[in-house]
């Protein structure tokens, strides 16, 4: 209910419509019901639950900012709160929602042939199929203008050579959008599971976003016809233009892991008693929940702000670079905070924030590092870059 919740001081819910307040909630309680219970399991074992797609796709949350096809064609804004949601569940989860729908699907929503868009999208949309995004080489991560994967053409087909790296839903994927180097440039290609010479490994050991399957391409002289390229799409602002829509899923989720973490501290601090007080009672602990949850409606208003200017068409690319970067620092701060109120108890899965602030390292460099983003700021400060 609107003005309801004490994290939300600013009361940005009320400068939602009912719409968007419906989707919210109705994707808050398939957190609450279908993933909060598990997502300790799952990150401990180092899985994603597969079964999850389908469901997914039921609440039509793939690909969902997408018109057609089967996809809900919502606003930015509701795709935003949604990401919230998931993120404030796992990061894992919303990385999953990201990579099907702003990466994969929209690769193929926007660059593809309508044969491509017919067989992939709306078995991409129910969660019966998925995708992933293959643009970070082993050598090439912030740097994906030097990819070494190269295509090249042998008569009417390509030959795709390369390895791709920490791929998220990499080994699970049914299809991956490979970027790779041609005669002309960067160029996208859709290259199916099975296709001889393509296979993939699951990358084992993560210490963050456990609960999401990263793995590696391993393109061996994969022969595609023509027809599995992106035909729209046309040099390293193809990808970079996919990555645009998953940063900005990713400056409303980062908000929801933030928020998760600080209701855990604002819970244990209530409960908690040392000293004869609640440890809320402390002028210290007050002051790190009042700096964190200033922290955390700035970010949701910076979301909001720049869903709006999505919705406008309006946004450009240095705006998300400056919702990602703020967003993703401030939620890995507030976590990390959050756990020194919980103390020792802070330390094992049976609270959220450690498991939020492992997974935010990864966002914090996935997507673009936050250096990355700094630059890109500079960048549009100055005139100049100073990438390279
Ligand atoms: P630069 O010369 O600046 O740009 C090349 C062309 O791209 C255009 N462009 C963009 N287009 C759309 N959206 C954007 N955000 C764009 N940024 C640039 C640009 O206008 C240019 O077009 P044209 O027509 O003139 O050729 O390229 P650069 O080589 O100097 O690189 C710039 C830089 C460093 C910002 C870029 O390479 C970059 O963003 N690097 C970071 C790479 C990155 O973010 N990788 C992410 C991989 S995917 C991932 O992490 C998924 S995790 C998901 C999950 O699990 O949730
Ligand atoms: P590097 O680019 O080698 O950077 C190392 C350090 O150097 C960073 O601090 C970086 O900021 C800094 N640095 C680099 N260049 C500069 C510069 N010019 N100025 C200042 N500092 C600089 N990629 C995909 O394509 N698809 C996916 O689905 C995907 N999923 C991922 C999932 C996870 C869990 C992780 C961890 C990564 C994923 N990535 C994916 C890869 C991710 O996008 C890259 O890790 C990221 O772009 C950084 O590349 P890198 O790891 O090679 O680091």
Known sequence: TPGTDPLDLLDVTGLLSDEERQIQETVRRFVADRVRPHVAEWFEAGTFPRELAPELGKLGLLGMHLDGYGCAGTSAVAYGLACLELEAGDSGLRSFVSVQGSLAMFSIWKYGSEEQKQEWLPRMAAGEAIGCFGLTEPDFGS?????????????????????????????????????????DGIRGFLVPRGTPGFTSRTIKQKLSLRASITGELILDEVRLPDSARLPEARGLGAPLGCLSEARFGIIFGSAGAARDSLRAALDYANSRVQFGRPIAAFQLTQEKLANMAVGLNTSLLLALHLGRLKDAGAIKPHQISVGKLNNVRTALAIARECRTILGGSGITLEYSPLRHANNLESVLTYEGTSEIHTLVVGQALTGHAAFR
């Open 143 to 183: 740097d994906p203008a030097n990819m070494r994967t190269r295509a090249t053409r042998d008569g009417g087909d390509w030959i795709l050579t390369g390895t791709k790296m920490w791929i998220t839903n990499g080994s699970i994927a049914d299809v991956a959008t490979v970027w790779a180097q041609t005669e």
